[in-house]
């Protein structure tokens, strides 16, 4: 039997009528979920430290966007077998094709529902997302400094991305003994003993530990001996905010906005070519001196440095390896 390709204007709303009622059933389905698992996953690190339940409940609303995030794609996905598998059981489909129908009229419809759903699900992802994640993160850090055990358990020990916090028993906002092992910027090895501590609010920055009478030891990565050290009756310990809350609320590109990524993706690059740019000039200067004083020959002052040239380029070297990584 001959098929002709015109898509008819009845069967075309009839099937997109049919993958939508499907897709809501199994949005709703799958939202509810999600949405059982979040709030169990926040009761379990939330609830469980005696959080106010307004603010567990303003935390379980800011994160209803991901929530929608997960749903819409599985949802889409099982409506489309539900309704292609429901057109199958009822013959449908084989009237269409003995009308001399062609495959067009259920494939047309599910593109234009999928493409449909597609963008509600980009405009949720570019919007909501981003604006969810950035209130829950305020929040989050609100209740994390209001509740320290919420992050810092009692004589518990607490890892973030660089940092390593071990924990004494705490007192309403005061940690009785601290002991803190992380890396500076340049990539030294940092050990941070003190007495007690005080968590207190930094705003976007994160959140800061107000040490008491606490001793500082760092040490180079590859020199282990090269050490220092110092002691404080005061000290303030920054904690970033990405690091405070990176186990449940980190933002992630999938948090943020398409101008929000593309702009990260730029920042990335000219911290890529920086720090490209540093190790050359790391290696660059020792292997200057170097051939310098290989050039002038034994005649010259310089070439009594060769060992330390090469001591240093050596050193150099491996430094600026360990700091790349």
Not at 94 to 104: F, H, P, Q, T
Not at 109 to 130: E, K, W
Not at 183 to 208: L, Q
Request: glycine share 4%.
């Amino acid at each position: 039997m001959r098929q002709y390709h015109v898509v008819s204007g009845t069967i075309f709303r009839y099937v997109i009528s049919e993958a939508l009622f499907s897709f809501i059933v199994c949005f709703f389905f799958f939202f509810f979920v999600f949405f059982v698992n979040q709030l169990l996953l926040m009761a379990q690190t939330v609830l469980s430290k005696k959080v106010p339940v307004q603010q567990v409940a303003l935390l379980v609303f800011y994160q209803l966007p991901v929530v929608i995030a997960m749903s819409a794609p599985f949802a889409s996905l099982v409506s489309t077998l539900m309704t292609v598998g429901r057109l199958t059981s009822d013959n449908e489909i084989l009237v269409m094709l003995s009308s001399g129908l062609s495959y067009r009229n259920i494939f047309l419809p599910a593109f234009a529902v999928g493409i449909f759903i597609s963008i509600l699900s980009f405009i949720t992802n570019d919007v909501l997302l981003p604006a969810g994640t950035v209130q829950f993160n305020k929040l989050y850090r609100q209740v994390a400094v209001a509740t320290p055990a919420l992050e810092l358990g009692s004589n518990s020990v607490k890892r973030f991305k660089d940092t390593v916090i071990v924990t004494g028993e705490i007192i309403e906002n005061t940690i009785q003994g601290i002991f803190i092992l992380d890396k500076t910027g340049s990539g030294e090895r940092r050990v941070i003993v003190a007495e007690t501590a005080e968590m207190k609010d930094a705003g976007n920055e994160g959140i800061t530990l107000d040490l008491t009478k606490a001793f500082i030891h760092t040490s180079k990565e590859v020199q282990r001996l090269n050490y220092d050290y110092a002691s404080s009756q005061f000290l303030q310990y920054w904690i970033p905010q990405n690091d405070i809350v990176q186990s449940i609320a980190s933002v992630s590109p999938r948090e943020m906005s398409s101008t929000d990524v593309g702009r990260e993706i730029n920042v990335q690059r000219e911290t890529i070519r920086g720090r490209i740019d540093a190790v050359h000039n790391r290696m660059l200067t020792p292997a200057l001196s170097l051939e310098e004083s290989l050039r002038l020959g034994p005649d010259n002052e310089a070439w009594n440095n060769r060992t330390a040239n090469i001591n240093r380029f050596n050193e150099q070297s491996a430094e600026a390896v360990a700091t790349a990584k």
